[in-house]
């Protein structure tokens, strides 16, 4: 079974300034991909960035960023130069990277991050 | 690419009566999952299909939930005499391929139970 943790229940950030979502994992799977999903007011689920357990380099997609620690089975989203439309809800969620099926994304509880001006 | 299309996307009924909600995935992805969401929670799992199978489904999806996609394309989710704790927004999503592929969600369907 897999957990998601995510101890941040809501941020304050001042805008520009760079921001980082917490998050930490527990599975048994040796093969996983790492997600993120940003969720605004408006209640759609967007994709932002993936990261693979295999993957040597941290994932980067424009101003998001994924700093991956395997070890410490830690996957923090970073959010450079912020603005005020990321002011949103995040999830971090995983997935078992597997050919037998088991192809369920489990979520955390998410992080609400508000850009203050 | 049209993106996950859910409908509708609010629904009030009274506890009791039975919804059907319907979600038609992007259109070569073979993938399909529902989920759930409270307010302040992260989406839970309720099951997923690989084209017209359905190959898993959470303890979450009592004998009351039923979900179906038929020809491998569009899925319906019906919930039989509704409570009041099945209030929550549904969330269809899809994807192509293993998983390092991401789930593309659609905007999800508002149940109230009232």
């Known amino acids: 079974a897999q957990k998601i943790t995510q101890t941040q229940p809501g941020m304050f950030v001042q805008e520009k300034e760079a921001v980082t979502l917490d998050c930490t994992y527990d599975?048994?799977?040796?093969?996983?991909?790492l997600f993120w999903y940003k969720q605004p007011s408006s209640g759609e689920m967007i994709f932002l960035i993936y990261?693979?357990?295999?993957?040597?380099q941290n994932a980067t997609e424009g101003r998001y960023s994924l700093n991956f620690q395997k070890a410490r089975k830690s996957a923090n989203l970073v959010i450079s130069a912020s603005q005020l439309g990321d002011s949103a809800m995040y999830f971090c969620?995983?997935?078992?990277?597997?050919?037998?099926?088991?192809?369920?994304?489990?979520f955390g509880t998410g992080t609400r991050l508000t850009i203050i001006p | 690419d049209t993106g996950v299309s859910q409908n509708p996307r609010h629904k009030i009924t009274k506890r009791g009566q039975n919804v059907t909600f319907r979600c038609d995935p992007i259109s070569e992805h073979n993938r399909l999952y529902w989920y759930r969401q409270t307010l302040g929670q992260g989406p839970e799992f309720l099951t997923y299909f690989q084209n017209e199978a359905q190959l898993e489904k959470s303890r979450l999806l009592s004998d009351r939930f039923s979900a179906e996609r038929p020809k491998g394309s569009f899925s319906t989710l019906e919930i039989q005499r509704t409570e009041q704790g099945d209030s929550a927004m549904y969330l269809c999503a899809s994807s192509q391929g293993t998983g390092s592929s991401p789930l593309h969600f659609g905007n999800g369907t508002r149940l109230t139970v009232t």
């Open positions: 990261q693979g357990s295999y993957d040597e």
């Open positions: 969620a995983m997935r078992p990277i597997s050919n037998f099926g088991n192809e369920k994304l489990t």
């Open positions: 599975t048994s799977d040796q093969s996983y991909g």
